[in-house]
């Protein structure tokens, strides 16, 4: 298996891992061709130093899974840096294989390289699965997250 980022030919399969899943369904647009917001969404993160979007093949070179890592900057923490998980998918042939776990293992990694103190990730309360997992890692509930939807 291989994690490497991300290239403008696997914008589709991203977004079609994006939308696999019950909520994905109600918020992406896959279709071929797709949108034109996704690629322009993806030449901002990859034009980004601050954006990682990375894709674990198997294998066979299929895109089996992905995440996006954002480093932010700012000034508590005596000018520290955090890192945000966002946006990970694993395919559904393939989760409960230890995939989403290689895929945090190496965003954690990096966030080290950075110099960031500390790695965050919101998720849906819905997604019971997934909170279980992250605490399985190590992720604590410290805070409590809110949103304002703009759309």
């Known amino acids: 298996m ?22 994905g369904k109600l918020r992406e647009d896959y279709k071929d061709p797709l949108p034109d917001t996704y690629y322009h969404a993806f030449d901002n993160i990859f ?5 990682e979007l990375v894709i674990i093949e198997n294998e066979n070179g ?7 890592l954002s480093f932010i900057q700012y000034l508590t923490y ?3 840096i955090r890192a945000q998980i966002e946006a990970v998918r694993v395919h559904e042939a393939y989760r409960g294989k230890g995939i989403g776990k290689k895929l945090f293992q190496w965003a954690i990694e990096r966030s080290k390289q950075k110099g ?16 279980a997992f992250y605490k399985s890692l190590g992720f604590t509930d410290s805070h409590e997250g809110m949103k304002l939807h703009m759309v």
């Open 62 to 68: 299929e895109v089996i899974g992905t995440l996006q």
């Open 116 to 131: 960031a103190h500390v790695v965050q990730l919101t998720t849906d309360k819905k997604r019971t699965g997934a909170l």
């Open 78 to 80: 005596k000018g520290g």
């Open 2 to 23: 291989k994690i490497r980022k991300a290239e403008k030919e696997d914008v589709p399969v991203i977004v079609q891992l994006l939308t696999n899943d019950k909520l």
């Open 47 to 51: 034009n980004d130093p601050n954006q």
